[in-house]
């Protein structure tokens, strides 16, 4: 799975990466961060066809990790949806409709993941510490594309109802998204045997147009098998990363 990342670029950089048109206020206005968590505020590319000119444009928007359902009571089983596996995403009641008609790309600067460790084993960059009892050691890692670039990583997104607001409330709206998952590349397997799935930029117009149903999205995510389209980099890491009350530049350190 894929449950914290970073996204600290700056919005006119995805702008000019990712072609973008429009940036929203608060997506211009939400500061970097070095390890986002579930039910966080994040950046995502859209692309919705103007209500008043039905000029398709593409966007930089706000929306927060962990899909809501449409139908759902309320938002609180949106951090359980973080990720939604590529191989099954059309048998899930929560996933298959987006997938047809709401899809977006997460820019991401790269992600964090646990590598179990034998038994008696500490994480490096760990002081040394040995794992409290009962609690499995885990290394962490910093995953990146090897280019440099951002990774763009497949996502669905949502529009839940809040039933409690007036029709006037701006709040009255809730966007949630959700990161598509796969199996890992050979190279990262031994790391955690699955990843987000980062696509290349030659399909970021077809995953995005609204145009395209979900059986041509479903062969753009290749059916869900592993992906190495996007070469990834990773390195050690110290457990510094494994609190989300820590944040900035130095959790990407190499130890």
């Known amino acids: 799975m894929c449950g914290r990342y970073a996204s600290f670029r700056d919005a006119q950089d995805l702008a000019d ?3 973008i048109a429009d940036i929203a206020d608060d997506a211009r206005l939400l500061p970097p961060s070095w390890n986002l968590a579930p039910t966080d505020p994040v950046r995502i590319v859209v692309e919705r066809a103007a ?37 099954s995403i059309l048998d899930k009641p ?23 460790l034998p038994d008696g084993a500490s994480p490096a960059g760990s002081a040394g510490s040995a794992p409290r009892r009962g609690k499995v050691p885990k290394q962490p890692y910093w995953i990146t594309p090897g280019d440099g670039e951002s990774a763009a990583f ?4 949502e529009f839940w109802r809040d039933r409690t607001k007036a029709d006037d409330d701006p709040d009255r709206w809730l966007v949630s998204t959700t990161i598509i ?3 890992a590349a050979p190279y990262l397997a031994e790391i955690h045997d699955r990843m987000p799935l980062a696509l290349p930029s030659d399909a970021w117009d ?17 059916l869900g098998g592993p992906h190495d389209d996007v070469p990834m ?21 190499a130890v």
Do not use: H, Q
Not at 58 to 82: E, N, T, Y
Not at 154 to 157: E, I, Q, S, T, V
């Open 233 to 253: 980099v990773a390195r050690e890491i110290s457990t510094l990363v494994n609190s989300v009350t820590n944040d900035g530049p130095g959790l990407l350190e």
């Open 17 to 19: 990466e990712f072609a």
């Open 94 to 116: 929560a996933f298959a409709k987006p997938f047809g008609v709401r899809r977006c790309l997460v820019p991401a600067d790269g992600y964090y993941e646990w590598r179990v």
């Open 206 to 222: 077809a995953w995005l147009d609204p145009a395209v149903d979900a059986r041509g999205a479903a062969d753009l995510l290749g």
């Open 154 to 157: 497949a996502g669905l997104y």
């Open 51 to 87: 209500r008043d000119t039905g000029e398709v444009r593409r966007s930089l928007r706000l929306a927060r990790w962990g899909l809501v359902p449409s139908w759902s009571k309320d938002p609180k089983g949106g951090a359980r949806m973080i990720n939604a596996r590529a191989e």
């Open 181 to 183: 998952t796969t199996d």
